[in-house]
């Protein structure tokens, strides 16, 4: 049974570039809330989305920041442009919906060097 | 304000001892209210949660006092061992739009020494 999967694990991108973090939501479960953790710091909802579509993006960022669960695949966060300031790491729970807790995954690091 | 503010940042508790960790939210609205282990380079992880409607929720050594004319919850870990060493996050959520947006505290890391 396996859990949330995200991918990568660790990301490093040189500023400027993109940076492309997936996951893929517990099995049965059609709701994803992505969350960025600053070092020492508590997470930060981003935005929450089911298949398809954004539900509350009112955490991301206005700009370089998008997010997609398309009806096939895994969630997608797309971060263009990458700066300093975007090393976090980036993590993404599921959840079957409604008040069904959020179940959590490992989370990818990103670094800009 | 959407915050949650959790105390104290840092915790160390001896080998058998009670660990207390407290959170304090300002949004009446909040309704569900869980806390979160996370261990170094992992994901944060379910330990308990409470709705308002109960004062306290106990599951094995975790217990959660809720409170809420204070608007004040609180995380007690009783015979506290050295596995428990971790960070602990306090979270509140409004269910909104059929989802459940976590608001987090900053996190409290708990050192249980031998």
């Known amino acids: 049974n396996a859990g949330v999967m995200q991918n990568p694990r660790h990301l490093v991108r040189r500023r400027g570039q993109e940076a492309r973090l997936r996951c893929s939501p517990m099995?049965?479960?059609?709701?994803v809330y992505w969350y960025r953790q600053l070092p020492e710091e508590g997470l930060k909802f981003m935005v929450y989305?089911?298949?398809?579509?954004?539900?509350?993006e009112s955490g991301m960022p206005k700009e370089r920041f998008s997010a997609e669960f398309p009806k096939e695949g895994p969630s997608i966060l797309r971060i263009q442009q990458v700066v300093r300031g975007d090393s976090a790491a980036y993590f993404c729970?599921?959840?079957?919906?409604?008040?069904?807790?959020?179940?959590f995954g490992d989370g990818t690091r990103l670094s800009i060097l | 304000q959407q915050q949650v503010k959790q105390s104290p940042q840092s915790l160390i508790v001896q080998k058998g001892g009670i660990s207390i960790i407290n959170c304090a939210y300002e949004n009446t609205a909040f309704d569900y209210f869980p806390w979160y282990q996370q261990f170094p380079g992992k994901g944060p992880a379910l330990l308990i949660a409470?709705?308002?409607?109960?004062s306290e929720k106990k599951e094995g050594r975790f217990t959660i006092s809720f409170n809420k004319s204070a608007k004040q919850f609180s995380l007690h870990i009783m015979d506290s061992q050295p596995g428990d060493s971790a960070t602990y996050f306090c979270a509140a959520s409004q269910l909104t739009g059929g989802g459940n947006k976590l608001t987090f505290g900053t996190g409290t890391q708990l050192k249980v020494e031998l």
């Open positions: 989305l089911q298949k398809e579509n954004i539900i509350d």
């Open positions: 099995k049965g479960h059609s709701h």
């Open positions: 409470i709705r308002p409607d109960v």
């Open positions: 729970a599921s959840s079957p919906g409604g008040s069904q807790p959020q179940h």
